[in-house]
């Protein structure tokens, strides 16, 4: 309702001051903002601000000569019956304060579209793929790729409920020289194993988790002698190793709440032919040159700071050049804008594969790379060292672990994905109220145990008539409340879950400030009803955050 509000007086301000000044050309956009402090009303305007050099005025005479137009114009719209008063601050603000009755209104929608409160058709099905975590199969997930995992499942979540159509993908690298050094790391673990001193490659992967791998590909190939494990190819030792941690990273991140729509994997779509075919296609557009014996992707023409070898001299392709493959794929498979997930170290990236989108064909805006900064873990206060090839690492499945799902999701939603993030185990398995996601979950629980007591007593919640919520800590829930739409968008605009996070902790703060000031339950049955009755709207608003959150609602903790 509140954003609905906040579009209507948009367009009704933009109408009504063209029409009251025909002969400015370019009028300045008229922008709608949400006061910090509620004293300066529910919607405020700076455009007198933005006018001051067309006026050639002092920014509050101008305000009180554009208020007088819309205050006019107001009386003889449909906005009169929600604008209940406007008035003028310095250094040139316009306010408008609502009706009670719109603020009511508020309510009522959210009963009447339950579940659906704040989902809409702005997306207008746009088919968008979102490819995400993509880790290559070398070990267990880190808590980096998790925080990646979430970002990417929670924004699929929110996009869905503004609709659009949303692909979560997976690409697994399942080819390359980074399976290579997986496969060689198996075999000297196996080797060891059965008694051989070998030396361990230097670049191999150190964790645990090999000498593991090690002994049960031996195990299922019914392997007990040296001889017989050095006789095994090694593309065996790669297939192994690539099969093993895709079936525990796939079970990682179903625990995790994340799941994908489509696995895609490097070697079937970018395979030689269709290797061939993206270097004939850019031969061809004339985006590839030759020189000193390797071939170039001129990727400068397209804003990259210097051009990319696809080729090799001794002929081999490098990582770009699948990677073009695959975005080729992306495209054909009919998304009209592809977002791919990456972390930091990936960030010089991005030009170069822009840029091959381009030449591809694609706009520039038709892929957008999203940068999930780091995430550092905390205990006692410490800092818990992560490195992967050494294999001192805590990996996502110990996270889930100790904190729990809900926490550990929700933590690492818990900053914008450009900014680092500091992930406290210790607050995270707290059952306090200093503990965010329990402090969310334990409003939404506390709901249920009010209605028990309502039962007992015969209060019944209603979903229209309201008229005697006039509490400021009433008032203050019943706009948060209508807030939820509005932070769904900034998601959207932003390309980032946090807003959500950030809104569904606020609304906490605001509806525990409501039952902490009022009793629920009270000798007056009407007031008892509204009341009641605004809890469990607040109960849906929850539910409805929680779930695009991918964590639990529960109804009792």
């Not at 895609?264 to 061809?284: C, F, G, P, S």
């Amino acid at each position: 309702m509140l954003d609905s509000i906040k579009q209507q007086l948009q367009q009704f301000l933009a109408e009504t001051l063209t029409a009251a000044y025909p002969d400015i050309v370019d009028f300045p956009s008229i922008s709608i903002e949400t006061p910090a402090e509620k004293i300066h009303g529910d919607f405020s305007t700076n455009i007198a601000l933005k006018s001051a050099k067309i006026f050639r005025k002092a920014p509050m005479a101008i305000a009180e000569e554009l208020a007088a137009h819309i205050e006019k114009a107001v009386t003889a719209s449909p906005l009169q019956a929600h604008i209940q008063s406007i008035e003028i601050k310095n250094p040139g603000f316009i306010n408008f304060f609502l009706t009670q009755d719109s603020l009511f209104e508020i309510i009522e929608q959210v009963f009447e579209e339950g579940g659906r409160y704040g989902a809409s058709d702005f997306g207008k099905k746009e088919k968008i793929q979102i490819e995400f975590v993509s880790a290559n199969p070398t070990g267990p997930l880190s808590v980096a790729h998790a925080r990646q995992a979430v970002v990417g499942d929670v924004l699929g979540n929110v996009l869905t409920f503004l609709g659009f159509d949303i692909t979560k993908e997976y690409y697994v690298n399942d080819e390359g020289n980074q399976i290579n050094i997986l496969g060689t790391s198996i075999k000297c673990r196996a080797l060891q194993h059965l008694g051989l001193d070998v030396a361990f490659p230097e670049e191999g992967y150190q964790g645990d988790y090999i000498k593991d791998m090690a002994q049960i590909f031996l195990s299922e190939k019914g392997i007990t002698d040296a001889e017989a494990a050095k006789a095994v190819a090694d593309l065996e030792w790669n297939d192994f190793g690539v099969r093993y941690l895709m079936d525990v990273i796939k079970r990682d991140l179903d625990d995790f709440g994340v799941h994908f729509d489509y696995w895609a994997h490097q070697r079937d779509i970018a395979t030689n032919e269709q290797i061939e075919k993206i270097i004939d296609l850019l031969k061809e557009r004339g985006h590839l040159y030759e020189e000193e014996g390797a071939l170039w992707f001129k990727s400068t023409a397209f804003g990259d700071d210097k051009d990319r070898v696809v080729k090799k001299s001794d002929g081999a392709y490098t990582y770009l050049t699948p990677d073009i493959v695959y975005h080729k794929d992306k495209f054909e498979r009919g998304f009209s804008r592809v977002f791919n997930i990456w972390g930091p170290d990936h960030h010089g990236y991005i030009p170069r594969i822009k840029a091959a989108a381009e030449a591809l064909g694609k706009n520039k805006d038709d892929l957008e790379v999203l940068i999930v900064q780091l995430a550092t873990l905390f205990r006692d206060g410490k800092p818990v060292s992560m490195s992967t090839r050494r294999g001192e690492f805590i990996s996502l499945r110990e996270v889930m672990e100790e904190v729990g799902t809900d926490a550990a999701r929700f933590f690492f939603l818990m900053r914008h994905i450009k900014a680092h993030l500091e992930f406290d185990l210790e607050l995270a398995k707290k059952q306090t109220n200093e503990n965010p996601v329990y402090y969310i979950q334990y409003a939404h629980a506390r709901v249920y145990s009010v209605n028990k007591k309502a039962d007992e007593v015969g209060i019944e919640v209603k979903s229209k008539g309201f008229s005697l919520l006039k509490e400021p800590e009433e008032i203050d829930l019943i706009k948060k409340m209508g807030e939820f739409p509005e932070a769904l968008q900034f998601c959207y605009n932003q390309l980032d879950p946090y807003p959500l996070v950030s809104y569904m902790q606020d609304l906490a703060a605001v509806f525990h400030k409501f039952y902490d000031h009022h009793r629920v339950i009270d000798a007056d049955e009407q007031l008892s009803a509204e009341r009641l009755s605004l809890m469990n709207a607040a109960r849906i608003v929850f539910a409805n955050g929680l779930g695009l959150l991918g964590v639990q609602a529960p109804e009792q903790m």
